[in-house]
């Protein structure tokens, strides 16, 4: 079972910047596929963006050219770092760790808003 934190989340502006952080720790993080979800108020969780144990990532299409995932092996850590954020982007965002047997663990979530 991996244990994920995740951080970074906040209150922006929009047009803003936040870059969250996902820690990973109890599994071999370097062969995990690494996402991001988030829930809005009332909405189901969605998809946001993955990647793969080499480095290939995945976009929903409200996201592409405005997020960027990335991980550092070394760190066992996921990062997203999101520009250009808009009000609809408000939700808590969860980090999901997908091990090679395929079971999966989720962080706590950090919320996310985007308000002037």
């Known amino acids: 079972q991996v244990q994920l934190v995740e951080s970074g989340g906040g209150l922006v502006q929009p047009g803003g910047s936040l870059r969250l952080s996902c820690s990973a720790s109890?599994?071999?993080?370097?062969?995990?596929?690494m996402g991001w979800y988030r829930q809005a108020p009332g909405k189901e969780r969605e998809f946001v963006a993955t990647?793969?144990?080499?480095?290939?990532?995945n976009y929903v299409d409200s996201v592409k050219g405005r997020f960027t995932i990335s991980r550092d092996n070394a760190k066992n850590t996921v990062y997203l770092q999101m520009n250009s954020l808009k009000p609809e982007d408000t939700a808590v965002y969860y980090c999901r760790s997908t091990a090679t047997n395929g079971l999966q663990s989720w962080g706590q979530g950090t919320q996310v808003i985007v308000s002037s």
């Open positions: 990647i793969s144990r080499g480095g290939i990532a």
């Open positions: 109890g599994s071999i993080f370097s062969r995990n596929v």
